[in-house]
């Protein structure tokens, strides 16, 4: 099962790949800013809305990944099917 996963992995087409790289790029850059807000909190605890903003970032940021991630896969298997 795994190699299955690896072998799909490898033949996923070149443009896929570069739109879910851009798509990890994007979603590294939400998690730096979640994680600078939180050291902002860590060093200067004004509110509870800045530690609540920061995890709502990353978790989004995380989300966003794990989407780029699957929808490259599912396009992937559109494309070679309707081809």
Do not use: W
């Not at 940021?61 to 494309?79: E, P, Q, R, W, Y």
């Amino acid at each position: 099962m795994v190699n299955k996963f690896i072998d799909n992995f490898k033949s996923i087409e070149k443009d896929i790949l570069k739109i879910m790289f851009l798509g990890f790029r994007f979603s590294f850059i939400i998690c730096i800013i979640s994680c600078i807000i939180s050291l902002l909190y860590i060093l200067n605890p004004i509110s509870h809305i800045i530690y609540d903003s920061s995890i709502i970032l990353f978790k989004t940021g995380l989300t966003f990944s794990v989407m780029f991630f699957i929808c490259a896969f599912a396009i992937d298997k559109i494309k070679k099917q309707i081809i």
